[in-house]
């Protein structure tokens, strides 16, 4: 039996602040405002935005019964609709047992030990942007990793070589794909969708067709090539995609349309994360000498001195390899430590689906609970010092002691990243491959600022004054 909303208790929340003020202040700063929230009223807050009413969780107990042990009683919130446009129904935007059973047949396809023949792509790509690089060149990191996540992941994907460079269809398709998903989470975003005849509807129909012409298309080629038993490349996630079924349960492989969403899926989780991560990381960096130099010092230590052949791009020392992973211990915490500050993912949000039982409370069916990594942690329960960038913190007893959503930023369970080890490895070997060659400066006048879309964006781009490294001895 459902509750009835007049008859239930209420966790603490801004009730005396008028809705229309908190959705003006949320529209405004939304981590500000869920930050205030959170750390006024205590771990399980309550506010309306609109009509709706909202739970905020900032308990890795109460976060992680949701996301694990009582998963089955949530679905994504709302805002998947608008996705649904162009990913139909691929992992990001399915529910259900549909949800559980693509699941289940993708995610060997994502196997840490599959993943691994990826990065020498990694590094390629990597490698092709450094060396388009100048020394004292002032550029926009976030577009450059915007762009190098971008080549990665549809090479990983199709198999097919990307060009870095403007007349890249798929990335230019996606690119208009993603900034109009990002217009329509504006405010009056829904309202663009109304008028059809508007430039930017017509260009993403153009986008998606295009975007949906290309993979139809490599869809067919894998399939001609595999009944002639020939594999397109070696580490091509849509020949595994191709293969994947669970004969055990009586799962066939799937079809062109389930094809073509799930590799639209990856295309899209797969490389604004990373590319966020990666600029917030090189920006905290710029801000922590200490920190730089110690990363550098690893860096050197594992692959060699960096010693730069001066006025020319090429260098002397090793490009990291996926063996060299393990040993970059203390590029991981810094990886680690940045997503702690500024998750990729800032938050997410689940609808129940029958009334809920936390705490003391009940929470109704149709409410939202809203779990945020920014808030979650900077948690000073869990974090000395949560606003300071300081990845010893890291230490393995820490991280043995840490309950386990208290640090969450590829969330958990069965909706948790398919693609984190894709991410970590991505995430570390260009850190090290890049900071190995290039120290980034940040340009002082730029300001910086936090875009809390789909992801965690930043709002100005991230202007950077690059220098080569030159011999160590020269430092
Ligand atoms: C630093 C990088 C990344 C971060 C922080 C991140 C974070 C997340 C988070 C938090 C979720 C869960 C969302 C929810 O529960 O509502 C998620 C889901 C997902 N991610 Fe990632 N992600 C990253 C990189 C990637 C990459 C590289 C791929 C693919 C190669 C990927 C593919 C996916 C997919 C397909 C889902 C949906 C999973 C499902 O619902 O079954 N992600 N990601």
Redesign the pocket.
Known sequence: MRLSISSIERPPGPHSILPEKLLREFMRDPIKTLMKIAYTYGDISHFKFGRQHVYLFNDPEYIEDV?IRNYKNFI?SRGLRVSKRLLGE?????EGKY?DR??RI?QPA?HPNLIETYGQIMTDYAQRMCQRWKDGMTLDIHKEMMHV?LAI?SK??LGSDVKLEKDNEVGNALLVCMEYFNRLQMPFGELIEKIPILPINKGFQRAKMSLDSIVYNMIKEHRNNESRGVRVAEGD?LYTLLQAQDTEAGIKRMNDTQLRD?VM??FL???E??A??LTWTFYLLSQNPTVEDKMYEELCSVLGDGDADKGNSSYNSRIPTIEDVPKLEYTEKVFRES?RLY???WG???QAINDYKVSKYVIPAGSVIFMS?YVMHRNPRYYSDPDIFYPDRWSKETMLQLPRFSY?????????????S???M??ILLLAMIYHQWKMHHDPVHRVGLQPLI?LRPKYGMRMKLEQRKERSNN
């Open positions: 996301l994504k691929g992992l990001v935007t399915s949800h693509q699941r993708i994502f996540t992941i990983a994907v996630l799930e899926t990856i989780a797969g490389h994360t990373t966020n991560a997503m998750p990729p993912v997410i949000g689940r990594q969450f930023p590829f969330g958990g369970g069965i909706r948790g990243c398919i693609g984190e894709f991410a970590w991505e995430g992801t």
